[in-house]
C-alpha cells in the first residue's frame, strides 16, 4: 500500500510505480505460491462457477438425450472456439471499458463496466474477477433462449449452449488463476499469464485477451512490444484523466 501512498509526478515516476507494484506483487506469488488444488476449491466458493457450472451440466445432459448427432455439432465448437478470443476482446473493449455517458439527465453506467473499474482499481480482489452474479441472472436465460430458440435444430442449438457454457467457465477459471496465488509453470499459461499482468500493471490500453495470447490481441493490433508502450498512469484509474 505504501507505493500508491504519494501521487506520481513524473512519466518515470508512474514507470517506476508500476514496475514496483509488479516486483511486489511477483513476490509476494512467490511468498504465497498455492497449488492448482487449492486454487481450484478456492474457486468453486464463488456463485459464478456454480452458476454457468450448472448450465453447463444441463445443457450437456439436454444435448445427450436428444441426441440426433450431425456435422453441424462438431463444426459449431470449432467456430466457437475460433471466434471466441475476438468476442472476449469486442466486450472487453465495449462493455467493460465503457466511459461512463450522459443521456440528458440519466447516467449510462453497466454493472459489468463499473465492476471492471473496481477489478482495475484492486486486481487482487478476488469477488471483482468473476462476472458478477447479478448479470448472469439475466445473461444465462438469454443464451440458452438463443440456444434453445435462434438455430433451425434444437440438437445444434443444445450443441451451441455446451459450447457457450464451456467457454463461459474456461474463462472464469483463467481469469480467476491469473489473479490468484498460483504460479505460472507451463509456458503457454505463462503467456496468458504475463499478457494480462500487462493490461493491468503497464497499460489498459492494450492485451484485452484474457484466456488466450497473440490471438485476436494481435490481429486488432493491441499486442505491441511492451518496451515500446509508455506506462498508463490510469492503468488502476479507469477514464481517471477524462473526468478531470
Not at 458478477?132 to 433462449?145: I, N
Not at 449452449?161 to 489473479?179: K, N, R
Not at 509453470?185 to 499469464?193: E, N, Q
Request: proline letters at 8%.
Amino acid at each position: 500500500m505504501s507505493e500508491l501512498a504519494s501521487e506520481p509526478t513524473t512519466p518515470s515516476d508512474v514507470d517506476e510505480q508500476a514496475r514496483a507494484r509488479v516486483r511486489a506483487d511477483e513476490a509476494d506469488q512467490r511468498r504465497r505460491s498455492v497449488s492448482l488444488g487449492d486454487a481450484a476449491k478456492a474457486f468453486w466458493r464463488h456463485p459464478s462457477p456454480w452458476l454457468i457450472g450448472s448450465l453447463l451440466v444441463a445443457a450437456l445432459t439436454a444435448r445427450i438425450v436428444v441426441g440426433d448427432w450431425r456435422l453441424s455439432d462438431a463444426l459449431t465448437p470449432l467456430v466457437m472456439l475460433a471466434v471466441f478470443p475476438f468476442f472476449e476482446w469486442m466486450v472487453h473493449v465495449c462493455v467493460l471499458h465503457w466511459r461512463p455517458r450522459r443521456v440528458g439527465p440519466v447516467t449510462i453506467d453497466p454493472l459489468l463496466s463499473r465492476k471492471h473499474r473496481a477489478h482495475h482499481a484492486d486486481p487482487r480482489d478476488v469477488p471483482l474477477v468473476f462476472i458478477p452474479w447479478r448479470v448472469l441472472l439475466w445473461l444465462l436465460p438469454v443464451v440458452t433462449a438463443i440456444g434453445l430458440f435462434a438455430f433451425p435444430r434444437l440438437g445444434v442449438g443444445l450443441t451451441y449452449l455446451v459450447g457457450v457454457a464451456a467457454l463461459g467457465l474456461g474463462y472464469e477459471w483463467t481469469h480467476y488463476l491469473i489473479h490468484s496465488d498460483y504460479r505460472p509453470k507451463s509456458r503457454p499459461y505463462r503467456a496468458i499469464w504475463r499478457n494480462h499482468r500487462l493490461h493491468h500493471y503497464k497499460n489498459e490500453h492494450y492485451w484485452f485477451t484474457v484466456t488466450t495470447s497473440g490471438t485476436a490481441d494481435r490481429v486488432l493490433r493491441t499486442a505491441p512490444d511492451p518496451a515500446t508502450v509508455d506506462t498508463s498512469p490510469t492503468v488502476r484509474a479507469l477514464h481517471a484523466q477524462e473526468a478531470q
